[in-house]
Nanobody, 128 residues
């Protein structure tokens, strides 16, 4: 499966912003569901946001809805996660995930087992 490469993590104070990027290691044909997950130490991996590269409304987890925004730049083959109003509880390793699909599907997009490609993660640390 294609490798995904995340970047943009770092340390920020509460209330600040960061933008994460996800780029596949190679171009692969077909529309995809692209997603961001996060995992804090001792916690389960949590779905953050997803979008289908063919268009449509993105999906968001309840804890980030209204603060985070997922977007894509097809020309750069890059998916972004703009994170605003960051809180200490947003601290985690953030992972990019992908699956060739005709949509992200409500109720499916948040299942980490559905995705076939993952990145190595980028750390986000928010200090209060």
């Amino acid at each position: 499966q294609v490798q995904l490469m995340e970047s943009g993590g770092g340390s920020v104070q509460a209330g600040g912003s960061l933008r994460l990027s996800c780029v596949p290691s190679e171009y692969t044909y077909g529309e995809k569901c692209m997603a961001w997950f996060r995992q804090a130490p001792g916690k389960e991996r949590e779905a953050v946001a997803a979008l289908w590269t063919g268009g449509g409304t993105p999906y968001y987890g309840d804890s980030v809805n209204g603060r985070f925004a997922i977007s894509r730049d097809n020309a750069k083959n890059t998916v972004y996660l703009q994170m605003s109003s960051l809180q200490a509880e947003d601290s985690a390793m953030y992972y990019c995930a992908a699956r060739n699909a005709h949509d992200c599907y409500p109720g499916t997009w948040s299942s980490n087992s559905w995705y076939t490609s993952w990145g190595q993660g980028t750390q986000v640390t928010v200090s209060s």
